[in-house]
Every structure is written in C-alpha cells, then in structure tokens.
C-alpha cells in the first residue's frame, strides 16, 4: 500500500508538490525489500486507484475532486480541534496511525512534508530517504548537496518512508474515480501537543505560485546592475506570459521580493525553458532549476556555470540581448 500525506492551501486545494507526489506515487514501481535482506525486489507499482492519500484537517470539495483526478482511491481524513494548529508531533502521529505496515508513506519535500516524515519514521522505527527523485530496479536515486549531487540506496524492512524532491515529477491526471472517504475518532496525547503553531500568516507578496507552475521562467541576477535594472528583462517575462525569477543576491539587495528567489531557499521550478539573465549559476541556485526542461543562458561570463551547464549560451550584456530580443518578438508580432 502507498499512502501520501497530502499539503492543501488556504484556500482548500491541494498544493502543486502534493500532486506531483502522487504523480510519483501512481507511476513509479515501488520497491519493497525482499525479507529484510539488504537487496531488494522490483514489483509492480501500486494497481490502478490504490493510492490513498491523508489529509489533515479541512476537507473541500476542490481537494476531493483533486485527488480523484489524481488517482486516489481513498482518503483518509484526520480532524480534530487539537489538529487545528500545526502541531509536528501530533499531525506525525495521527499519520503514523492510518500508515501502511508495509509499503510506503511519503510527501512532498517540503519542509512541513520533511518534518512530519522525519517524526513518522522515528515513531514507526522504519527507514527514511529524503529528496528522492526516482525508483526504479536499481534502488531509490535521491539528490543530495543541495541537488548537485545524487544517491542510490536502498531501504530495508516493511514499510519505507520517503519525501518526493520538488518537481520530481509532473502532475499527471488519470482516469477519475470517487474516493473513499474515511473518517476518524482521534485520540490526541496532550505530550504530543508541547509544541505546536500558536498562528499562521501568509501574505500576498510571498505567493510564489506563478513561479512554481510557469512554463516560462525568465531569471535575473547581479548582472541587471540595480533593482532599476529589470525593465528588459520585465518586458521579456511579459511577451512570453511566463514569470519572472531571481536570484539569492538579487533579494539580498533588497531589489526585488523573496517571493521571487529561485535555489534552495526559495522556489524549485520545472518550466519549459528557462532563460538565466546575468546570473552565474551558484550551487544554491542550480538546485533550484534542476528540473527545467530547456535552459538558456545569457551571460557576460562564457566560463560561468549557468553558461556551461546550459543547452543554449548567448555570451554578452544582458540588457543588449534581452533588448534585441524584445525587439524582434515586436517586430515579429508585427
């Protein structure tokens, strides 16, 4: 059995890296070990529909729709007023209690999905690996080193436990079915609630949505010169309706929006193309475009690694290219 912890938003959708991982879920064959050896055995993936999901708290009926389209033939529903807050040890244990005793549990890698797998498998005592991005019958290939680096491993006894790196996989629709829905009479240990959220704000301006499910990202980096120096590339963003991403520095500068930051400690993106504007290419921030299909680069710097690592490199003035290439999609757009 594959069960998902599933992330809904405020508004009671389910969240884009929750539907990548079931994506995951549905797809990928699982690997189960083969009576506690330290090899294991490919079998085939969860049948059609068997993948059940787990939510906590507020049940929509966007979400159950969702999760019908998405393949998942049971839901499990934890709510409790002691749930109402986020708690990492209540919500773990509440998941630890609808969990499979052999397959898998898993979440997104987020960092709500990390915590509470990393507390699942503490409390279930089963094997954990975080950030995997695929299964196959060689083992669990997870990144590690902030996605510049990867891992083969295996996990032993019955039930292994992983989290799903962002953009892993891209959602994918099946079939609708109407999911079982189960409800519970949930006991909740008072020891599990000595820490918990007291609130919770999310504003506006830290939406960064568009970024994540652009197919279009065009990115910007030191090179742009001042935060007064995005006009081209703002421009170029707007001909393509696609979004606009930065990097580290130019939100330490105070030029543009964190919600904005592509890397590791902002947005993982998986657009069609990606086009790096003046940015070298920082470990922190190759992580974060890993999973973009096409990557462009346009850089002063033919030696940078956003221009080694890129499928197409246009070496010059950032502002010089974009602005040409403004110009040419007008002049084409007539």
């Given at each position: 059995?594959?069960?998902?912890?599933?992330?809904?938003d405020?508004?009671g959708?389910?969240?884009?890296?929750s539907?990548?991982?079931?994506?995951?879920?549905?797809?990928?064959p699982?690997l189960?070990?083969d009576?506690?050896?330290a090899?294991?055995?490919?079998v085939?993936?969860?049948?059609?529909?068997?993948?059940?999901?787990?939510?906590?708290g507020?049940?929509?009926?966007?979400?159950?729709?969702?999760?019908?389209?998405?393949?998942?033939?049971v839901i499990?529903?934890?709510?409790?007023?002691?749930?109402?807050?986020?708690?990492?040890?209540?919500?773990?244990?509440?998941?630890?209690d609808?969990a499979?005793?052999?397959?898998?549990?898993?979440?997104?890698g987020?960092?709500r999905?990390?915590?509470?797998m990393?507390?699942?498998?503490?409390?279930?005592?089963?094997?954990?690996a975080?950030?995997?991005?695929?299964?196959?019958?060689?083992?669990?290939?997870?990144?590690?080193?902030?996605g510049?680096?990867?891992?083969?491993?295996?996990?032993?006894?019955?039930?292994?436990?992983?989290?799903?790196?962002?953009?892993?996989?891209?959602?994918e629709?099946?079939?609708?079915?109407?999911?079982?829905?189960?409800a519970y009479?949930?006991t909740?240990?008072?020891?599990?609630?000595?820490?918990?959220?007291?609130?919770?704000?999310?504003?506006?301006a830290?939406?960064?949505?568009?970024?994540?499910?652009?197919?279009?990202?065009?990115?910007a980096?030191?090179?742009?010169?001042s935060?007064?120096?995005?006009?081209?590339?703002?421009?170029?963003?707007?001909?393509?309706?696609?979004?606009?991403?930065?990097?580290?520095?130019?939100t330490?500068?105070?030029?543009?929006?964190h919600?904005?930051?592509?890397?590791?400690?902002?947005?993982?993106?998986?657009?069609?193309?990606?086009?790096a504007?003046?940015i070298?290419g920082a470990?922190?921030?190759?992580?974060?475009?890993?999973g973009?299909?096409?990557?462009?680069?346009?850089?002063?710097?033919?030696?940078s690694?956003m221009?080694?690592?890129?499928?197409?490199?246009?070496?010059?003035?950032?502002?010089?290219?974009?602005?040409?290439v403004?110009?040419?999609?007008?002049?084409?757009?007539?």
């Open positions: 059995m594959t069960v998902v912890y599933v992330e809904t405020p508004a959708e389910v969240t884009l890296t539907a990548e991982a079931l994506t995951f879920a549905r797809k990928t699982q189960l070990p009576g506690g050896a090899t294991s055995r490919e085939s993936g969860p049948p059609s529909g068997s993948t059940e999901g787990v939510v906590i507020p049940l929509s009926g966007a979400a159950i729709a969702a999760l019908g389209r998405l393949g998942v033939s499990h529903h934890l709510d409790h007023p002691d749930l109402a807050e986020y708690s990492a040890a209540a919500w773990a244990q509440a998941i630890v609808v499979p005793e052999s397959g898998t549990l898993l979440a997104s987020t960092p999905g990390m915590e509470l990393a507390h699942a498998a503490v409390r279930t005592g089963a094997r954990m975080a950030n995997v991005i695929a299964c196959d019958d060689e083992g669990l290939l997870r990144q590690v080193h902030g510049t680096a990867y891992e083969r491993l295996r996990l032993d006894g019955d039930l292994q436990v992983l989290t799903i790196a962002g953009h892993a996989r891209t959602p629709e099946t079939t609708p079915v109407t999911p079982e829905i189960i009479d949930l909740v240990a008072e020891a599990d609630l000595a820490t918990r959220a007291q609130s919770t704000e999310v504003e506006a830290d939406d960064a949505s568009g970024l994540t499910s652009a197919r279009a990202v065009v990115g980096g030191r090179g742009v010169g935060e007064n120096g995005f006009a081209e590339v703002l421009e170029l963003v707007d001909h393509l309706g696609g979004a606009l991403g930065v990097s580290r520095v130019v330490g500068l105070g030029w543009r929006p919600a904005e930051q592509v890397g590791q400690t902002g947005s993982r993106i998986s657009p069609d193309v990606y086009i504007c003046g070298s470990i922190q921030h190759m992580a974060g475009i890993e973009a299909k096409t990557l462009v680069a346009i850089n002063t710097d033919e030696e690694t221009v080694q690592r890129a499928d197409y490199a246009i070496i010059g003035d950032l502002h010089d290219v974009v602005g040409a403004n110009e040419e999609i007008v002049r084409r757009r007539g």
